[in-house]
């Protein structure tokens, strides 16, 4: 084997090992934390999925909103276990205006929120993102949802 092909071997060795290790540092990033108001921005496009974590305890009042700007998306609450709980879609809503879910949680756990595109080919747009309220279930009406 010549030098030439030898070079040409460790390079190919050498990047399959730097994108193997990018790929794992990129699954090892913990979704951010939705605190009580502050406000995530986040750009969409392409058939992007954003996901954030919420710490809840048993049988509190949550409630999640998604600013959409340009961008019309879907917004989804997730048990710690995958199992989906909520998954909202204005209809009406379009490029712009709000995504809303409020619940009463069943279960303490790391929940996750989701925020994708409606439309998967659709041009890139900015979504907003926060945690409104959480308070126990006592102090609020209990017509709302609850997980399960």
């Known amino acids: 084997m010549n ?4 070079t040409l071997s460790l390079l190919c060795i050498a990047i399959l090992v730097s994108a193997q290790r990018a790929t794992l540092a990129q699954q090892s990033i913990a979704p951010p934390v939705l605190a ?3 406000p995530l921005e986040r750009e969409l ?3 992007q999925l ?3 974590t ?5 049988d509190q009042f949550v409630r999640i909103v998604a600013r959409q700007q340009g961008v019309d998306i879907v917004l989804a609450l997730r048990h710690s276990t995958g199992k989906t709980l909520v998954n909202r879609h ?6 712009t205006g709000v995504e809303t879910i409020a619940v ?3 279960e303490a756990g790391n929940h996750a929120v989701e925020v994708g595109m409606v439309t998967k080919t659709a041009a890139a747009g900015c979504t907003e993102i926060f945690n409104a309220a959480s308070a126990a279930a006592l102090s609020v009406t209990s017509n709302l949802p609850r997980t399960s």
């Open 3 to 6: 030098s030439r092909a030898v």
């Open 36 to 38: 009580l108001n502050q």
């Open 45 to 47: 496009g392409g058939g």
């Open 50 to 52: 954003h996901k954030f």
């Open 54 to 58: 919420l710490p809840v305890i048993g």
């Open 90 to 95: 204005n209809q009406f809503g379009g490029l």
């Open 104 to 106: 009463i949680t069943s």
